[in-house]
């Protein structure tokens, strides 16, 4: 499995069980610590990134030398960019992807906090 991929997948599967812990709490009328949000927030963008250095090299990206780091500093502005200017318009659509992974966990949270908490 190449580094790209497994990235994927780890989102997704993160993604899920950040939604799974999400849910549960929520239901009960509870809600996820907010170091546990910064921590998924920060799980997730550094995975990002990871997955944006192995896929440039797949790409023959002209990368600068901290590239990374950008990225991780500018990421709302960095990403949708690198994305755009490898894939086109297929960018954008990974890039509203990304994002719905990101925010998932939380929509599944409030869905359940909405529909099954009775107070």
Known sequence: MSKKNFSIASLL???????????MLNS???VVSD????LWGFIFLVITIIWVI????????KK????????????????PYYLI????????VF???LMSIWLGP?????????YVYTP
């Open 13 to 23: 599967l993160l993604s899920f069980g950040m939604a799974v812990v999400e849910v």
């Open 28 to 30: 009960q009328g509870e």
């Open 35 to 38: 170091e546990t949000q910064s």
């Open 54 to 61: 192995a896929d440039s090299e797949t790409n023959n990206f």
């Open 64 to 79: 600068p030398f901290d590239f990374g780091f950008l990225i991780y500093l500018f990421w709302p502005v960095a990403l």
């Open 85 to 92: 200017t490898t894939r086109g318009f297929e960018g954008f």
């Open 95 to 97: 890039f509203l992807g």
């Open 106 to 114: 939380w929509l599944a949270g409030l869905v359940a906090y909405t």
